[in-house]
């Protein structure tokens, strides 16, 4: 049993890197997001979003099922060079705006909790050439350090959060629906949009080990995050009520200070499961950093995707040096995300493939096959 | 290169039919050499033959060679016929099973430089090699560096025939093949490389020793340049190949389908490939009960996790995050440092260099001054800095308990790789407290992630975990009980899966 250094994963191992790309950073705005847009009725724009987004993963999984593969060799057969390369750029905006958000983001979360005196700049730069370190071992070693970190990252911080309701105040939960129907069916699209990680499925079948014409069922890992953000939301706003919880965006960072562990060795225990979840976010932005070398590499033409990994980082160090605060940061990107981040990764598939289909184009398992 | 040599050190000279000129030949190779010895003898009583004896001084058997040989042609040749002498000198002349046939200069030479000795007789272009090899050697030594409680309490030697000879006795089985190679142009190590043929994966063997003959170097004359020459990621510090002085150990790993590969004058050998759980396992938690090897082997994750970390960790609670803490552990470690002139990092360097070199000389120094120094460079020295407030006592403390927990991973060389890593740990944590903390840990990560020994990722079974199912999960952090193990781990052959049923199954 001789694993080859061919950049690609297994089912189980992609599972994995579904569940810690969910659960990462897009985690730690959920209750922010939900408890936002619906108040107490957050709870039911987590579900309606969960359910929304198992429907996108469907989407998404049966179009790269027709896909089989290489997404951007299959998108240059069916719409040819120069549609691919302007629907590449949609992708690059949108996976650089999330990797400029996502290392703005962490970096401020750092700054609060770890390194207050330090120079915001040094900590950006550091995580983005630590993350680059990952990205440029390549898929394959990216999935082992997410298997090797899975269960030492998401048990404790699960059994944190159990340990967390005791403290919930019912009365910030209930009633429900008391927000309007417009707030909830906004706040799930929201929830929805931390789930965008699931349209990378259209790329990843690529690197999958047997990429075959089956749908590929990744249910229940959303299904699984679906119920961890559930119980995040009831923790935080359990613990610190609607308005605590849309203080701050990363809200759940503060409350991990609140919930007392039995022994109490460790005073700021949100330190210890802060730096679980940054282990989980390590990986979210050498996903961010991967993928946009690849993509690009694949675009161009070139052999190896690992040179375009350092001007990424080198020009998303350069945005984020632009001095902005991370809450309007966030509005930006949100706003970016609803209205063409999130519904470009449906349509520029739906195009390709059926553009495809039209022309009839094989995909890339099936073209393999006839050679 | 020399007229006699080509640029492989390899003699180039002819063996000739006229014993003569082959004199001519061995003397000039071994010009200047005192403590090789030449003979020449005629025997025989009415057809009479001159022969010619080579040996190496104190590497042959003295007895075997007088009473058994010399003494056997002086005395035992009088029907030595005219024609086919040299069948008649081997079959009649010489009272030992192991005999040879050797057809070149370069065999010849060889030959008697690995302790043998060689036999030429006139008239004919071939030489017989006599088997007489006795090496100055201290028989089966006890092991010094993987002690157990339980167990057994051999070590492999400096010799080839000893080591090999201790997995013979433990593996009975035909298909363990024992494959001989030479390596060094100068040094001509003899090489075994030990497996069952059924049981090792496909390829493996010479895989291994493709990468052995990929380079062409002087000498060799431990495991560990080998090793060196054999590894793919030569610039890890973590150890892809592991190393025992055990023969219980090496036939364990032979019976779970790796291949153990011996060197002549080296008491450690090698087993490819590895995986990290490996370096966890000692011989005896597989003779104690289970509950008691698991507990071992959780508190040997745990140690190795401390021996990395706990300085680094240290220096980030005490220098950036002390609210992590209790406030009464806080205040108690102020306390402790109060009147230190150094800050903590420099405290902790210093004092990790300074265990470093206590160590460093304990393992120079003779035996019983090595323990003096340990004792004299362990405490008194320890307890006056403290006094002398040039350190706190909690970082002699800190020191001293990552110390402990590096000794319990039994695998030294990958004990040695903890010690490398702690530093990074310590100079990110000492700039960006938790947070270099978390990065350095990340990089360790990422870098144990794209670790492979012979194809073999290096964290299984903690990734790629669907390959093995569950034969290395039951023996990792845990180790289930003897009949649980059923399963050999995922590098073994597929086929041979299976290595404990029931008998009536």
């Known amino acids: ?371 | 290169m020399d007229i006699l040599h080509d640029q492989d050190n390899m003699v180039t000279a002819k063996i000739s039919t006229n014993l003569k000129e082959n004199i001519d030949i061995l003397e000039a190779l071994f010009v200047e050499c005192s403590d090789v010895i030449k003979r020449t003898l005629v025997i025989g009583n009415y057809n009479k033959v001159q022969i010619y004896m080579i040996y190496i001084d104190g590497m042959v058997n003295k007895e075997l060679l007088e009473e058994d040989t010399i003494k056997n042609l002086i005395f035992k040749m009088d029907d030595l016929p005219s024609d086919n002498q040299y069948e008649y000198i081997k079959e009649k002349g010489l009272r030992t099973a192991d005999i040879g046939e050797l057809l070149t200069m370069q065999n010849i030479t060889q030959t008697i430089l690995s302790g043998d000795t060689v036999l030429l007789i006139d008239g004919y272009d071939k030489a017989i090699k006599i088997a007489s090899r006795f090496y100055p050697n201290r028989g089966v030594p006890e092991t010094k560096t993987e002690v157990v409680v339980r167990g057994s309490k051999e070590s492999f030697s400096e010799v080839l025939i000893i080591n090999r000879s201790l997995i013979r006795r433990r593996i009975r089985d035909t298909k363990l093949k024992v494959k001989p190679i030479q390596v060094g142009v100068r040094s001509k190590t003899d090489i075994s490389i030990m497996y069952i043929e059924d049981l090792v994966q496909e390829g493996l063997v010479d895989e291994i020793v493709n990468k052995i003959n990929d380079y062409v170097i002087d000498g060799i004359f431990d495991s560990g340049m080998l090793e060196q020459l054999t590894e793919s990621s030569w610039y890890s510090p973590f150890p892809q190949v592991q190393s025992t002085e055990r023969p219980d150990k090496a036939a364990s790993a032979i019976l779970e389908g790796r291949v153990v590969v011996m060197v002549d004058c080296s008491p450690m050998v090698l087993l490819f490939p590895t995986t990290i759980v490996s370096f966890f396992q000692a011989s005896d938690d597989y003779y104690n009960r289970w509950e008691l090897a698991s507990i071992t082997r959780i508190l040997r994750y745990i140690a190795a996790f401390f021996a990395i970390a706990l300085p680094a960790f240290y220096i980030s609670v005490i220098n950036f995050q002390p609210e992590i803490i209790p406030t009464p552990l806080t205040l108690s470690l102020a306390a402790a440092r109060d009147g230190v002139p150094f800050s903590v990092v420099i405290e902790v360097i210093v004092m990790e260099v300074a265990f470093e070199l206590i160590s460093e000389a304990g393992i120079r120094l003779p035996g019983p001054m090595g323990s003096t120094v340990g004792i004299v460079g362990g405490l008194i020295i320890g307890n006056s800095a403290v006094a002398a407030n040039l350190v706190s006592p909690i970082i002699v403390i800190i020191v001293a308990l990552t110390a402990i927990c590096s000794f319990t991973i039994p695998n030294e060389a990958f004990a040695q790789a903890f010690r490398l890593n702690r530093y990074l740990l310590i100079i990110l944590s000492a700039f960006l407290g938790f947070y270099g903390f978390l990065l350095g840990i990340m990089i360790i990560v990422t870098h144990l992630a794209g670790l492979k020994s012979f194809g073999i990722p290096y964290l299984i079974p903690f990734a790629v975990c669907e390959v093995d199912k569950n034969s290395e999960t039951r023996d990792s952090i845990l180790r289930f009980p003897t009949f649980a193990l059923k399963e050999r781990p995922a590098y073994a052959n597929q086929k041979q899966k299976i290595k404990l049923r029931k008998k009536n199954k």
Do not use: H
């Not at chain 1, 203080?247 to 022994?263: C, D, E, R, S, Y």
């Not at chain 1, 990994?309 to 991370?326: E, G, M, R, S, W």
């Open chain 1, 1 to 371: 049993m001789v694993i080859e250094d061919n950049n690609k994963i297994s089912l189980k191992q992609s599972r994995k890197m579904l569940v810690f790309d969910l659960f990462s950073i897009p985690g730690l705005i959920v209750p922010y997001l939900a408890a936002n847009t619906a108040g107490r009725d957050g709870i039911l724009t987590i579900i309606i979003g969960t359910v929304f987004a198992i429907l996108y993963a469907i989407i998404i999984l049966r179009l790269s099922s027709c896909i089989q593969g290489g997404f951007i060799e299959y998108s240059q057969r069916s719409v040819g060079k120069i549609l691919t390369a302007f629907f590449y750029l949609f992708y690059l905006v949108k996976l650089f705006a999330t990797l400029v958000f996502s290392v703005a983001f962490m970096g401020s979360i750092i700054r609060d909790t770890f390194l207050v005196d330090t120079n915001f700049n040094i900590i950006i730069a550091i995580l983005l050439l630590t993350c680059s370190y990952t990205a440029f071992r390549g898929v394959e070693v990216r999935a082992r350090v997410i298997e090797f970190l899975y269960y030492i990252v998401l048990v404790p911080i699960i059994i944190l959060l159990l340990l967390g309701i005791k403290g919930i105040d019912i009365n910030n939960l209930a009633p429900i629906i008391t927000s309007s129907g417009t707030n909830i069916i906004a706040g799930s699209y929201y929830v929805l949009l931390a789930y965008s990680a699931i349209d990378l499925f259209i790329i990843i079948p690529a690197f999958l080990c047997k990429p075959t014409k089956a749908k590929i069922k990744f249910n229940w890992s959303i299904g699984f995050i679906g119920l961890f953000n559930l119980l995040l939301f009831c923790v935080t706003v359990g613990n610190l009520g609607v308005v605590g919880t849309t203080k701050k965006l990363w809200a759940t960072v503060t409350v991990m200070q609140m919930i007392k562990m039995p022994g109490g060795m460790i005073k700021r225990q949100d330190g210890i499961m802060l730096s679980l979840w940054l282990l989980a976010a390590f990986t979210f932005i050498s996903m961010l950093i991967f993928y946009l070398s690849y993509l690009t590499n694949k675009v161009l033409g070139r052999k190896d995707y690992q040179y375009f990994i350092l001007p990424f980082v080198v020009i998303a160090f350069l945005v984020t040096l632009i001095k902005i605060d991370i809450t309007t940061l966030f509005e930006y990107y949100g706003k970016y995300m609803a209205y063409i981040g999130f519904p470009q990764s449906i349509l520029i598939p739906v195009i390709i493939v059926s553009i495809g289909k039209l022309r009839k184009i094989k995909g890339v398992e099936e073209e393999k096959e006839d050679e």
